[in-house]
């Protein structure tokens, strides 16, 4: 039995250490799973069912609930898949891990979400610094059965393609894209401010300090604020951005980014937790307890 990722090397970035994985895909040995891993699966959805009622958007929880995904075991991505292709035509990939830019845009811009095979230890119920299975498959795959949201991925993928030929700094705009709408997104509904966010959904913790704590600025959705803003990647976030729709955010990532990126380029970027004249404001964050390391 092998459920050890083959790591490949680690790698110094200006995220800090990183682990560097064999970049191909991978057949999830779901036979191997030991009975100790199904249940830190069964011990983290049974939790974030809980705690999500009311706080994830409906798009979430109903497309995750057409999954059939149940605390009995950990979901095989075949299963997965017969439902992910009929509804919007995107497919689960397995893989080791976090992958090059590179190689994730290209997954996505062809409908292909990359999944880490590995779950996490049962002493890391409340935090890991990677991505694992639980983060990938409970936080990200649902909201890829939404249409408009799927369609946003695959250009996000697109524009990835782009911007990594682009440089650096393109790549830097357009990271921060993703971190404030698929990670840590917030959508506002008839029935007040829920949940989209797959880094938000996949945590105990953050799923209500996002929502409910006075401490962090929640903020309109403005394409061209979010690129600028630094992101935490070691602790909650400071700042939440809120869509009124997703084809909001599918409108208004339509333009073409090149023009955009030399823009921006010039700009001093924004640090996370601060807030700008112009910004839409939602609520105004205490800032309690900031001290200022991990901003990317
Ligand atoms: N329109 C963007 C570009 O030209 C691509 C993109 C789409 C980026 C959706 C993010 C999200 O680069
Ligand atoms: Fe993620």
């Known amino acids: 039995m092998n459920t050890t990722p083959r790591r490949v090397e680690y790698q110094q970035t200006d995220k800090g250490s990183i682990p560097v994985y064999t970049t191909g895909t991978v057949e999830q040995p779901w036979a191997d ?19 999500l009622q009311g706080r994830a958007c409906n798009e979430f929880i109903e497309n995750q609930q057409r999954f059939g995904m149940s605390p009995d075991a950990i979901p ?14 995107w497919e689960i990939v397995g893989v080791e891990g976090l992958l090059p830019d590179d190689v994730f845009f290209d997954h996505l811009a062809n409908r292909r979400f990359p999944v880490t095979w590995w779950i996490r230890k049962p002493e890391q119920l409340d935090y890991l610094s990677e991505p694992d299975l639980f983060h990938d498959l409970f936080g990200h795959v649902p909201m890829l059965l939404n249409p408009v949201f799927a369609d946003y991925v695959q250009a996000y993928g697109r524009g990835g393609v782009k911007a990594h030929k682009l440089g650096a700094e393109a790549l830097t705009l357009l990271t921060r894209l993703y971190w404030h709408t698929v990670e840590f997104g917030l959508i506002n509904t008839p029935e007040g401010v829920r949940i989209y966010g797959s880094g938000i959904v996949s945590s105990r913790g953050e799923s209500i300090f996002c929502l409910e704590s006075d401490v962090p600025n929640r903020i309109g959705f403005d394409l061209e604020r979010i690129m600028l803003t630094q992101y935490k990647i070691d602790t909650y976030q400071r700042n939440y951005f ?11 990532t339509k333009p073409d980014f090149t023009p ?5 380029a010039k700009l001093e970027s924004i640090p996370a937790g601060e807030l700008r004249p112009g910004d839409r404001v939602i609520h105004r964050g205490t800032g309690e307890g900031w001290s200022d390391t991990g901003t990317t």
Request: hydrophobic content about 40%.
């Open 33 to 51: 799973y030991t009975r100790s891993e199904h249940e830190v699966w069964a011990t983290l959805f049974r939790r974030q069912r809980e705690i």
């Open 260 to 264: 955009i990126y030399a823009r921006l």
């Open 242 to 252: 809120v869509i009124d729709s997703f084809q909001q955010l599918m409108d208004a």
């Open 76 to 89: 095989k991505f075949q299963d997965l898949n017969r439902v992910l292709k009929a509804g919007t035509n």
